[in-house]
């Protein structure tokens, strides 16, 4: 596994750091870890939504969204209307 090394850290952080590890049962090594593996991981979930944002702006939705905009819009099937089986009997039949 590769290694990090983090230079010239100002000694009230690392008191802190230090405090830190030990509420939480870790080591200092322990305690960096988590730190960075927490903070790789919440970008990530910040990227996510991002993304997801510019997709709504961009006009995109999901298809749950289409799903209940279609539903809005029409609540009840249409009673008479043939269903698509038939439809796509009558295609193949035209030909």
Do not use: F, Y
């Amino acid at each position: 596994m590769p290694n990090l090394s983090i230079k010239n850290v100002p000694e009230d952080v690392v008191a802190r750091l230090r405090e830190r590890a030990r509420a939480n049962h870790r080591s200092l090594q322990g305690e960096l870890l988590d730190l960075a593996c927490r903070a790789v991981q919440a970008s990530d979930t910040a990227l996510a939504g991002n993304k997801q944002s510019r997709r709504e702006s961009a006009g995109h939705r999901t298809i749950e969204q289409i799903v209940a905009e279609h539903r809005e819009r029409q609540p009840l099937p249409v009673a008479e209307a043939p269903s698509a089986a038939e439809l796509i009997r009558r295609e193949r039949d035209a030909r």
